[in-house]
C-alpha cells in the first residue's frame, strides 16, 4: 500500500510520532506549515477565534497514494487549527483516509468531536482513527494537570509506551 503522512506539529511531540511511523511502515511523508509571521501570537488567534490559517502547499497529491494518515494534536477537544486547513483543501482528491494524534488526555466526547470533525472537513469518514494521550506516559497524580501534560516532550523511546495502540497503527497499513 502506497501511504503518504501528513502531518502538523507545534511543539514537537506529533513530529516524532509521524516519524516514528513514516519509518516503520515506509511511507512518504510531509509536514503543514502554516504560513505565520508570529508563531505564538497566530496560535493563540486560532485557538481563541477558530482560525484556520493559510498554510505553505502541500507538495504531495492524496490522488497518487493509496491512503493519507493525518497526523496533528488536538487543541480545546479538536483538530490543530493548521491540519484543518490542510483537511479542507486536501477534501477534492482525497481517498482513504486515517487520523491519528499524540494527544493530551482522556476526555469524554473528544473522539466522537474528532470524527464529526474529520468527516465534516472532508465529506467521507476516516477508516481509522487513534488517540495517543501523552497523559499515559505520567505518573497518576500527574495526569490532569495541564502544565504538565502540556510540557510533556515525546521521544521515540517513549512510544513504546503506547504498546498496542501503536503497533494497531502499524497493522492498518501492512
Ligand atoms: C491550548 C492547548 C489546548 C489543548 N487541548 C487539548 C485537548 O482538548 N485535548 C487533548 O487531548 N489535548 C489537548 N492539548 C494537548 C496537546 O494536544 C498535546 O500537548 C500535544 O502532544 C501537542 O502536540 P505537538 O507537540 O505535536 O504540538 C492541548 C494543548 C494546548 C497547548
Not at 516514528?20 to 501570537?41: M, V
Not at 482525497?94 to 464529526?116: I, K, M, P
Not at 497524580?141 to 517513549?158: G, L, N, P
Amino acid at each position: 500500500m502506497k501511504l503518504l503522512i501528513l502531518y502538523y506539529s507545534r511543539t514537537g511531540n506529533n513530529r516524532v510520532l509521524a516519524h516514528y511511523l513514516s519509518d516503520n511502515i515506509g511511507a512518504d511523508i510531509e509536514e503543514i506549515t502554516p504560513l505565520r509571521r508570529f508563531k505564538l501570537l497566530g496560535f493563540m488567534l486560532d485557538f481563541f477565534g477558530n482560525r484556520t490559517p493559510k498554510i505553505a502547499p502541500i507538495a504531495r497529491r492524496p490522488q497518487d497514494y493509496d491512503h493519507v494518515l493525518f497526523i496533528a494534536p488536538l487543541y480545546d477537544m479538536g483538530i490543530a487549527h493548521p491540519m484543518k486547513t490542510a483537511l479542507g483543501a486536501l477534501k477534492p482528491n482525497l481517498g482513504a483516509y486515517s487520523f491519528v494524534t499524540l494527544c493530551g488526555y482522556h476526555r469524554d466526547e473528544q473522539s466522537a468531536h474528532v470524527r464529526q470533525e474529520l468527516l465534516d472537513l472532508t465529506g467521507k469518514m476516516p477508516a481509522h482513527v487513534q488517540e495517543l494521550p501523552v497523559c499515559d506516559l505520567l505518573p497518576a497524580e500527574k495526569q490532569r494537570d495541564v502544565m504538565t501534560v502540556s510540557a510533556r516532550k515525546v521521544t521515540t523511546a517513549d512510544l513504546d509506551a503506547f504498546g498496542s495502540k501503536l503497533s494497531d497503527i502499524v497493522g492498518w497499513f501492512a
